[in-house]
């Protein structure tokens, strides 16, 4: 048997109506805060990757899935491509490849999958989804305020609450800026210069090309050294204190609860300022529902103008198994199941559902060679709300027997009456 590959995963009803309303929901909240949907390419030129999420991070160095081209052309020929393993720097490089700075402050969504070969657990797979927004304009539109910052965090608090998420903890940091940076590495590199010889080989070599991505380390037996290290709060200077302090005013003023966490410095070499993620108990050892922050510099790293930037990504697998409400509860069951009895009554029957249909009501039709019992069993099955029973004589008197499935009350009911008998009071 040929079964999807490790880490994929078929999302099958009912589960996929959890999904639709999850991105209904959504869509709603990001028209509420004015912003559009883009859609980018599912793969792109690894270079992407290698520039904006940065060579040492474990996404680059380990877990994407990079080919080389095959194309006949010569310009396609030996040109890595990867598929995507996070959105942040396609959107980035569209709004580069489309000048979308001549429409000032851009907020662009996006839904879809993401790939990583990352080992598979609960909650973490190999092609993943994610719903996820940016802000990326000039400075001079606004993009650098730390507004910005505070609206998309309260925009996340406000979604969450929308799907009916409600404990999760919003966990808030500042990373700095380039120079704040520098600083920190050199403190990192001298802290872990008497240490380092004791830690896994991957932080052996953080250590000397990043010393930040250290932070990233899972090994259990390091994390006593990482909880040693200096902290990046330490270093920041006096614009990007004020900043960051500033968006935690905002956050008060519009009641957005938060915990700091000094060693939140994310898996992605492109940000700057504002880090952040969101937790939820319920989800185990991959905890974090989304992630995300400011990434001003990305845009001049992948040969773009100025364009300061914040955004996040949702792990929709991690939403939808936060969820408290059940597929059960979302999905849309029949309003009525045709029966067609004997000879000749698909064709009445599917009349009478395409008249049906175009009241919005949910049809669903049996066979003329079903025995009425067959038909009873398959309505109840589906959890149809009515059974409409089209035999000769029904057809002949243009009225129908309607039967209401949970009360077992039935009636006879002229064509012209049915629909709005059968539509949900
Ligand atoms: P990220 O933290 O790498 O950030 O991913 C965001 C979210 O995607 C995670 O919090 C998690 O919920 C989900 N996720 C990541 N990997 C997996 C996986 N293997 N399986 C299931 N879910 C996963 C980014 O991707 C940034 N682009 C976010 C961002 C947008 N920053 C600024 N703008």
């Not at 120079?179 to 830690?199: C, I, N, T």
Request: proline share 5%; hydrophobic share 40%; aromatic share 8%.
């Amino acid at each position: 048997m040929i079964k999807s590959p490790r880490g994929t995963r078929d999302l099958l009803p009912p589960d996929t109506a959890l999904w639709n309303f999850v991105e209904a929901a959504v869509r709603d909240v990001f028209r509420a805060y004015n912003f559009h949907e883009i859609r980018t390419p599912i793969f792109e030129s690894t270079e992407l990757f290698a520039r904006g999420v940065g060579e040492d991070t474990d996404i680059v160095s380990k877990e994407m899935f990079t080919w080389e081209d095959r194309g006949r052309a010569e310009s396609d020929k030996g040109q890595s491509l990867t598929l995507r393993p996070e959105n942040t720097a396609g959107v980035v490089r569209a709004y580069i490849e489309h000048k979308l700075w001549d429409r000032g402050l851009n907020k662009l969504f996006y839904i879809g999958p993401q790939f990583r070969r990352e080992r598979p657990q609960k909650g973490r797979y190999r092609q993943f989804y994610q719903i996820g927004a940016e802000i990326i304009g000039p400075a001079a539109a606004g993009s650098q305020s730390p507004a910005r910052d505070a609206e998309i965090l309260e925009l996340l608090a406000t979604l969450l609450d929308r799907v009916g998420i409600t404990d999760w903890m919003l966990e808030l940091n500042s990373v700095g800026c380039p120079a704040d940076r520098a600083k920190f590495d050199e403190a990192l590199r001298q802290a872990l210069a008497p240490v380092v010889g004791k830690m896994c080989t991957d932080c052996q070599r953080r250590a000397v090309t990043n010393p930040l991505r250290v932070f990233d380390c899972k090994v259990p037996e390091d994390q006593p050294i990482i909880d040693t290290l200096p902290t990046i709060n330490q270093f920041l200077d006096e614009a990007c204190r004020t900043h960051y302090e500033e968006v935690k005013n905002i956050l008060n003023a519009v009641g957005v609860p938060f915990v700091e966490n000094p060693r939140l410095v994310r898996g992605l070499d492109y940000y700057r300022l504002t880090t952040f993620e969101f937790t939820h108990g319920a989800l185990g050892a991959q905890n974090a529902i989304l992630g995300g922050g400011r990434y001003d510099g990305l845009s001049e790293a992948l040969g773009g103008p100025a364009a300061p930037g914040i955004g996040f990504a949702i792990g929709e697998d991690r939403l939808v198994l936060s969820l408290a409400a059940s597929a059960e509860s979302v999905v849309r069951k029949p309003d009525v199941y045709i029966a067609p009895l004997g000879a000749g009554m698909n064709r009445e029957a599917a009349r009478l559902a395409r008249e049906l249909r175009r009241h919005d009501l949910v049809v669903d039709l049996g066979d003329e060679s079903f025995r009425l019992k067959k038909s009873f069993e398959a309505a109840d099955k589906m959890g149809s709300r009515y059974i409409l029973i089209v035999g000769e004589n029904e057809v002949a008197a243009d009225a129908f027997a309607l039967k209401h499935l949970a009360s077992g009350e039935q009636v006879t009911v002229p064509r012209g009456e049915l629909a709005q008998r059968i539509l949900p009071k």
